[in-house]
């Protein structure tokens, strides 16, 4: 049975995000209290692969998986998009005009603020949303609340207060499939057709402002298009930045070589990071 890493606890988005993702296929989600730990658990083995969130719709990236890209040996092979809809949760018995303080992912928070804000609460981060649902529901105290899904009030017994409080209705997170990146694995496939994507790192892209614009000139001009580009400080030093990049574009493009040569040469140190179907 195919055992998939997740950050979180049972009832989190991202183990809605599993079982979509991978309907029909007997798998185990494994739960992981950070996206490092994921990561770690993939690396060395524990799991067969990890589905992660890199970007919601109304809050924008999760930029710690991006840098995970840089430091952890995988390679991405897929795409989900699930539909996030929040709820109010609280303790059985409680109160709504008692709320004060509500818990819940600062990714969650983020996509409710304006909610949160016309209500007048306090907002805390916590590092799940299930998990904030657990603890209200081991620890129900008074003038607290959590926000998380529906699957999570039913799981951990949480009353739901208010349902679709998110500031758009238009949110959805946008998830990549992993796996480890193995010496002996053999060649990825390739998805045929319209819609795939192709990923590449480039590290240590250079210093300075506008590095990444002669490259995107470059592929605007051989007909390849740039779907997506986050660029992350390497740390390494000021102002120094890797670049995630998506292409919608691939080997039987005509310009192809010549795009990897051109890349090659302006940015020595890049890496492919995998090919997938875009599921937006």
């Known amino acids: 049975m195919r055992r998939v890493g997740f950050q979180g606890l049972r009832g989190a988005y991202s183990e809605m995000a ?5 309907a029909g296929v007997e798998v185990v989600a494994k739960a992981y209290p950070s996206f490092e730990a994921v990561f770690m658990a993939l690396n060395e083995a ?16 999760i930029h710690e998986n991006y840098d995970h890209l840089a430091r952890f040996p995988v390679t991405l092979v897929g795409e989900a998009i699930l539909q996030v809809q929040h709820c109010l949760l609280l303790p ?15 990714q969650a928070l983020a996509q409710c603020s304006q909610y949160l804000a016309k209500q007048g609460w306090t907002p805390r981060n916590y590092f799940d949303t299930a998990g904030a649902a657990a603890f209200l529901a081991e620890q129900p105290q008074s003038g607290f609340a959590a926000i998380a899904s529906e699957t999570a009030a039913k ?10 409080i998110a500031d758009r209705g238009h949110n959805y997170t946008r998830f990549l499939h992993l796996k480890a990146l193995r010496k002996k694995t053999s060649k990825p496939s390739i ?11 480039l590290l240590r892209a250079g210093a300075g402002f506008g590095r990444i614009g002669p490259l995107c000139g470059i592929l605007q001009s051989l007909g390849i298009e740039l779907v997506h580009c986050e660029a992350r400080p390497t740390k ?16 039987e493009h005509p310009s192809w070589k010549l795009a990897l040569d051109t890349l090659t040469a302006l940015t020595p140190s890049w890496k492919y990071l995998g090919s997938y179907r875009s599921s937006r």
């Open 18 to 22: 599993i079982h979509q993702h991978f």
């Open 236 to 251: 390494d030093k000021a102002w120094s930045y890797y670049y995630f990049l998506e292409l919608a574009a691939g080997p």
């Open 46 to 61: 524990r799991i067969h692969d990890a589905l992660l969130p890199f970007e919601n719709s109304l809050a924008g990236m």
């Open 155 to 164: 799981l951990y017994g949480l009353e739901i207060a208010a349902k679709q």
């Open 92 to 106: 059985k018995g409680h109160k709504l005009k008692d709320v004060k303080t509500v818990l819940s992912h600062p």
């Open 191 to 201: 998805p045929e057709g319209p819609g795939r994507l192709f990923s590449l790192l």
